[in-house]
């Protein structure tokens, strides 16, 4: 139990170094008309499918539940960046995977009037789970944070 709280540990600060040093993104401002996102998924296609994960499958369904949501996902530099970062770290017959849902847009700073890339929303998650729900798992988290953004994104879209 010590060695999985240490693992952990050290890989909730491997993640938030990830994140910080995600730094600026090169992201245009959304259009006005209907919702679009450009999809990104953060995640080692080596390290994830190896649990039994297939990274095109996770982003053909998070892409067909965005279009039935009314989000469009098409690449575009006029678009927002929806980013889905998956990491597992291996402990034992135990997994400790982080999930992060968040949003890039371009925002404008009122001191200074300088454009930059904003993360509009996050939602991130640490779960621990054997190496057979990997794949279940995961998706279920990630449903759960995709269902709170689609409310909360078509919200913004129809005031």
Known sequence: MKKLSLLLFAFILNIQMLVSQSGTHDLPSSSVQRPKVNLRIEASAKEIESFGM????????????????NILVEEGADNPMLVIRLKALECG?????????????????VRNKTIVSAMTFSQASLITITKEDFSHEVTKTVNAMLSAFIIDYNKAFAQ
């Open 93 to 109: 017959t135990q997994l400790a995977s982080y999930v992060q849902l968040a949003l890039f847009e371009q925002a404008e700073l």
């Open 54 to 69: 297939k990274l095109q499958s996770l982003q053909v369904d998070i892409t067909n539940r965005l279009n039935q949501s």
